[in-house]
């Protein structure tokens, strides 16, 4: 064990600085701690925020959301546009817009409205019910509602009774067929309608979203269909309804050439449609795409970016802006729709290590040496485990897999007995050990070799569940950053994989972040008797929940609330309570009452047989009733 770590050791290696900054760090204590306000000194421990959690009876695992950080996106981001804007001398506004589908919680939507209004901050519907949603919350006379996905007539004549409460509001046409609906339901209410156009740009994104664009993406219109919206609308004398132009080439670009390419077209795209009569057009919406950095690699990799906040407001601006003097076209106000940059930093999952599994004999001195009378396969390993040094690792590492297999063969016919077979299994975890002890920090090893840190790794069994919690670590290989919250001014020594209370093989984490490439194994810490070791999952405020299904059963955890009051002090401003066992039955049909009718008259049968007493059916029902209205998670 190093006795030298310190916490600027584990800064580094769990690359808090690269993903974490400004908000988290790590305290003398060596606990993790978020600092959530932009430009203060408050903070917030994290480990003592869960201990106290626990004395009021809320138990991991839990998301804690800071609303501090989503405040402080909200200007992070408003700031970023607003000084190239003054810097460019660029003559329109901005306003970011929330798409409701990146985290559709009541308490972060509201959060963000009441903060976002100080900084023009609009919603973004894709559904009849984010629809809805949008337009209760939005304040009137300076909200702006952009209306996205498959529309109806119903989802259109909502959208339009949200101009007559005052909200700003555009109907985005994401397909052509949209158009002589929208048209005819202005019509018949008398409402005239605010038209955006979704263009299918050949501009391609880079990551895993890419299919968002192009000629064959999900929604959009082509330029063909776009020349005829405006002459129908021509037609109609509803051209002057026309006022943004949407385009949307993925979530999570990871490249900044992406976005200029897109951001040319559109530009250009933009300025053709005035050119041709569509003089009202005065709004151009980039969509998403503005990438969170979840490795802190600062590369084009999936989970990372090589473009900061402000470059991607300086691009978005200046091409905007050049292209525009260009050709003679005023500046068109900008609305971005960054969902994932604004909420993905705010909320933290942490839970709690139940259990680790390790591989072979943890204690060297209890290897036994074989005897005259053992096979000679367990005396070939033995030798291979003996003879272990840094010359010839791959030699022993060969004979080891070569009695193992040996030994397999010999156990299926019979040859060895199951305590040999045992033996040779111990003894081929030593060797493998030893192997990755002697090569450790050598200039070069083979390939063999450097696949047993993860071939060794512990299983540390963990509450919480992949498939709820973090589902796109399982769905699409998402990479988030993993740590422990405490014990940080100690060396973590055990390369592990995490595993989840579901009974899937899928249900695990076994990539890692790294700046160079993907890590295979997480290093920890050994827990101690008698004492909890936490986890925390990091940038998980964008898609997740929403995402998150009910595998096994395992429910919605408790999500926390916290904001940093007067004096360094915490403030939970909300208890959102996880699901309960029933909660979660009912999504899939079962009644509590009658689950407990039927064990009930199961228990009574028994004790009319005679099987159990009074007092156990008792007990049992007890039980069974406690364990309905419970946590889905261990306790």
């Given at each position: 064990m190093n006795q030298n770590w310190t916490i600027h050791d584990s800064l580094e290696h769990y690359l808090i600085g690269r993903w974490g900054q400004p908000y988290f760090s790590i305290n003398n204590k060596g606990n993790l701690i978020c600092q959530p306000k932009l430009n203060s000194t408050s903070t917030i421990d994290i480990k003592e925020l869960i201990d106290d959690l626990k004395k009021r009876g809320i138990k991991p695992p839990l998301l804690i959301r800071f609303n501090d950080i989503l405040n402080a996106q909200v200007k992070s981001l408003y700031q970023c546009f607003q000084k190239c804007i003054k810097d460019y001398?660029?003559?329109?506004?901005?306003?970011?817009?929330?798409?409701?589908?990146?985290?559709?919680?009541?308490?972060?939507?509201?959060?963000?409205?009441?903060?976002?209004?100080?900084?023009n901050l609009g919603l973004e519907a894709g559904s009849k019910p984010e629809l809805l949603v949008a337009m209760a919350l939005l304040k009137k006379d300076n909200g702006l509602l952009i209306c996205n996905g498959y529309k109806d007539e119903d989802y259109i004549e909502t959208a339009l009774h949200a101009e007559r409460l005052g909200i700003k509001t555009i109907l985005v046409l994401d397909r052509f067929a949209e158009l002589p609906m929208v048209i005819a339901v202005a019509k018949r209410l008398g409402i005239k309608p605010r038209i955006g156009l979704r263009a299918k740009l050949a501009a391609r994104g880079k990551g895993r979203w890419v299919e968002s664009s192009g000629d064959r993406s999900k929604f959009g219109l082509s330029i063909r269909e776009i020349t005829q919206t405006v002459e129908i609308l021509k037609a109609e004398g509803m051209v002057d309804c026309l006022n943004l132009l949407h385009f949307h080439i993925g979530s999570q670009i990871t490249t900044i050439r992406s976005i200029k390419n897109a951001m040319r077209e559109a530009a250009h795209l933009y300025c053709g449609l005035r050119s041709i009569g569509c003089t009202a057009l005065?709004?151009?919406?980039?969509?998403?795409?503005?990438?969170?950095?979840?490795?802190?690699?600062?590369?084009?990799?999936?989970?990372?970016?090589?473009?900061?906040?402000?470059?991607?407001?300086?691009?978005?601006?200046?091409?905007?802006?050049?292209?525009?003097?260009?050709?003679?076209?005023?500046?068109?106000?900008?609305?971005?729709?960054?969902?994932?940059?604004?909420?993905a930093h705010h909320a933290v999952l942490i839970f709690d290590v139940l259990g680790v599994n390790e591989l072979g004999v943890k204690d060297e001195a209890l290897i036994i040496k074989p005897t005259d009378d053992d096979h000679t396969v367990l005396h070939s390993m033995y030798e291979a485990y003996l003879n272990v040094s840094a010359k010839n690792a791959q030699e022993c590492f060969n004979d080891a897999v070569t009695a193992k297999e040996e030994s397999v063969a010999l156990f299926s016919h019979?040859?060895?007995?199951?305590?040999?077979?045992?033996?040779?299994?111990?003894?081929?975890?030593?060797?493998?050990?030893?192997?990755?002890?002697?090569?450790?920090?050598?200039?070069?090893?083979?390939?063999?070799?450097?696949?047993?840190?993860?071939?060794?790794?512990?299983?540390?069994?963990?509450?919480?569940?992949?498939?709820?919690s973090i589902p796109d670590a399982w769905a699409v290989g998402h990479l988030f950053p993993i740590m422990p919250i405490h014990r940080l001014n100690e060396a973590p020594t055990q390369e592990a994989i995490l595993a989840d209370l579901t009974c899937d093989s899928d249900g695990k984490i076994d990539q890692f972040i790294d700046l160079r490439d993907v890590k295979r194994t997480l290093r920890l810490h050994?827990?101690?008797?008698?004492?909890?070791?936490?986890?925390?999952?990091?940038?998980?405020?964008?898609?997740?929940?929403?995402?998150?299904?009910?595998?096994?059963?395992?429910?919605?955890?408790?999500?926390?609330?916290?904001?940093?009051?007067?004096?360094?002090?915490?403030?939970?401003?909300?208890?959102?309570?996880?699901?309960?066992?029933?909660?979660v039955l009912s999504y899939v049909e079962y009644d509590r009452l009658d689950l407990v009718r039927r064990v009930r008259d199961s228990a009574e049968l028994a004790v009319r047989r005679g099987e159990i007493s009074f007092e156990q059916s008792a007990e049992l029902m007890k039980r069974y009733e406690e364990g309905l209205l419970g946590y889905t998670y261990l306790v």
């Open positions: 001398k660029y003559n329109a506004t901005y306003r970011s817009v929330m798409p409701i589908k990146v985290n559709q919680q009541r308490h972060v939507v509201e959060q963000l409205v009441e903060h976002g209004q100080h900084f005065d709004h151009i919406d980039v969509g998403g795409g503005l990438a969170v950095d979840y490795d802190g690699s600062q590369t084009n990799f999936h989970s990372s970016m090589n473009y900061s906040m402000q470059e991607y407001a300086n691009d978005v601006v200046s091409v905007m802006q050049d292209i525009c003097d260009e050709i003679g076209e005023p500046h068109p106000h900008i609305i971005s729709e960054s969902g994932r940059a604004l909420v019979g040859v060895i007995d199951i305590e040999t077979r045992a033996q040779i299994d111990e003894l081929f975890w030593a060797t493998c050990k030893k192997i990755l002890k002697t090569t450790q920090g050598q200039n070069y090893v083979p390939e063999d070799l450097n696949k047993l840190t993860k071939m060794l790794s512990d299983t540390y069994y963990c509450n919480f569940s992949v498939f709820q050994k827990p101690q008797e008698g004492e909890s070791y936490y986890l925390g999952a990091f940038l998980v405020g964008a898609y997740q929940e929403t995402l998150g299904d009910l595998h096994n059963l395992f429910g919605d955890t408790n999500a926390i609330h916290v904001s940093v009051g007067e004096g360094d002090r915490y403030l939970l401003e909300n208890v959102v309570v996880g699901d309960t066992v029933s909660e």
